[in-house]
């Protein structure tokens, strides 16, 4: 009996490792994954800074050229002491607008990874199957939603897709 139980916990220490080893990989993957997307977005964040500091420049000079026809020309002014011309020129200047740029909002998708169990990728693959099956059907179509859209004519319904992680699995090395 002794043989037998070493046997099988030399076996068992052969899995634990090889599941270690699975773990590790997946971090790694994980860890590549996340460094590659922060990398990206400072990327962008860098290009947006020097495009923000491009127009920021622009503007200033545009800014400084309007400040000194305007200082030039409350010089002319005030040597004409032509108060109204004066007034005027004061109230120009207070109806300037200033507006460096605008920061815009948008959506960019980005593919997260999802550490999907074995129980989990079996009932995701039979939702899936059970999606093909429905689809297949001339007059049913199914949104990612989950709701069937019968047209009653066999043309399409519309879907809405949404952004799901995609799934990690990881394959045990032989």
Same mark, same amino acid.
Request: aromatic share 6%; net charge positive.
């Given at each position: 009996?002794?043989?037998?139980?070493?046997?099988?916990?030399?076996?068992?220490?052969?899995?634990?490792?090889?599941?270690?080893?699975?773990?590790?990989?997946?971090?790694?993957?994980?860890?590549?994954?996340?460094?590659?997307? $922060?990398?990206?977005?400072?990327?962008? $964040?860098?290009?947006?800074?020097?495009?923000?500091?491009?127009?920021?420049?622009? !503007?200033?000079?545009?800014?400084?050229?309007?400040?000194?026809?305007?200082?030039?020309?409350?010089?002319?002014?005030?040597?004409?002491?032509?108060?109204?011309?004066?007034? /005027? /020129?004061?109230?120009?200047?207070?109806?300037?607008?200033? +507006?460096?740029?605008? /920061?815009?909002?948008?959506?960019?998708?980005?593919?997260?990874?999802? $550490?999907?169990?074995?129980?989990?990728?079996? !009932?995701?693959?039979?939702?899936?199957?059970?999606?093909?099956?429905? +689809?297949?059907? @001339?007059?049913?179509?199914?949104?990612?939603?989950?709701?069937?859209?019968?047209?009653?004519?066999?043309?399409?319904?519309?879907?809405?897709?949404? /952004?799901? @992680?995609?799934?990690?699995?990881?394959?045990?090395?032989?």
């Amino acid at each position: 009996m002794k043989k037998t139980e070493t046997e099988i916990r030399k076996k068992f220490e052969g899995y634990y490792k090889e599941l270690s080893n699975q773990k590790k990989n997946m971090l790694r993957h994980i860890t590549t994954w996340r460094e590659e997307h $922060v990398r990206k977005i400072d990327e962008y $964040v860098t290009d947006q800074n020097k495009r923000l500091d491009k127009e920021y420049e622009e !503007q200033k000079k545009t800014l400084e050229k309007t400040c000194q026809t305007f200082v030039t020309e409350a010089a002319s002014q005030e040597k004409q002491n032509d108060k109204e011309k004066i007034r /005027l /020129l004061i109230e120009r200047c207070n109806d300037l607008k200033i +507006e460096l740029a605008e /920061l815009e909002h948008y959506n960019h998708s980005i593919d997260y990874i999802q $550490v999907m169990t074995k129980d989990q990728r079996t !009932q995701k693959n039979r939702n899936e199957a059970s999606v093909n099956e429905i +689809e297949n059907k @001339p007059s049913q179509k199914i949104s990612t939603e989950g709701n069937v859209n019968d047209t009653g004519n066999g043309a399409s319904a519309s879907r809405r897709s949404s /952004l799901r @992680p995609p799934s990690v699995m990881a394959r045990s090395p032989k």
